[in-house]
């Protein structure tokens, strides 16, 4: 998986960077009909998602957010980061529908903050990186959905359809347009805002299982060609 890879590269390069002393502390978010849990809970045992604590964005002085209750774990090595994300992906929502056994209700955020300083120096970089695994859109009728299913199916619509007005937004004002961007409409966008606009780098990767069902990606492709206008 990306996230793994991801993790093993990191601590690769620190230990080849010599010259520097890192630290590394990782988190990991599930927003669940746009309401944010920590999946790693201080506790470390399965349990319901509604029994974890809930996250709760706040805008300080700075006007950034800041995730409250989301708890921050430091990775010693490459072992402990993967221990914390089978923990996290232990307590995600993963649910049966019509066309998948395990279907994933949500979106996922695995953070990865990185802090280096060179030795003998005081002034500490600090880099972060936000791995995003997108719940794909659904089609209620087509896909058969009802009840809870359904509401879970709404919100996961409804924040792909946000994230994808941020990201025409953005890529409006690089044309030059003064628009507002609406980071505000959803936890998603507000959490991803410092991966989405500013100085940073914003890569994505959408997969779909074979030609007859790209209807079922649909949503998917388009923010891919989006982020490539």
């Known amino acids: 998986g990306i996230i793994p890879r991801t993790i093993a590269y990191i601590f690769n390069e620190t230990k080849k960077r010599t010259q520097s002393s890192f630290e590394i502390k990782v988190s990991y978010l599930e927003i669940y009909n746009d309401t944010g849990y920590d999946l790693l809970d201080q506790d470390h045992s399965t349990k319901s998602l509604l029994d974890l604590p809930k996250v709760q964005l706040m805008e300080n002085q700075n006007e950034e957010f800041v995730m409250k209750n989301l ?55 600090i880099s972060k990186l936000h791995i995003v695994d997108l719940s794909g859109s659904e089609s209620a009728g087509k896909d058969g959905l009802e009840g809870k299913r359904l509401k879970e199916a709404e919100y996961i619509n409804l924040s792909l359809h946000y994230l994808s007005q941020v990201i025409d937004a953005l890529n409006k004002r690089l044309k030059g347009e003064k628009v507002y961007v609406p980071y505000r409409n959803s936890m998603m966008t507000m959490v991803l805002r410092d991966s989405l606009g500013g100085n940073c780098k914003t890569k994505m990767i959408a997969t779909a299982v074979s030609y007859t069902h790209l209807r079922a990606h649909e949503t998917s492709l388009h923010l891919v060609c989006r982020l490539l206008l």
């Open 71 to 125: 708890s921050i774990h430091l990775a010693k090595n490459e072992e402990d980061a993967l221990d914390l994300l089978f923990i996290g992906d232990t307590n995600r929502v993963v649910s049966e529908t019509p066309k998948n056994d395990a279907s994933t209700r949500s979106h996922c955020i695995f953070i990865i903050q990185i802090e280096a300083q060179k030795y003998g120096e005081d002034v500490k970089t």
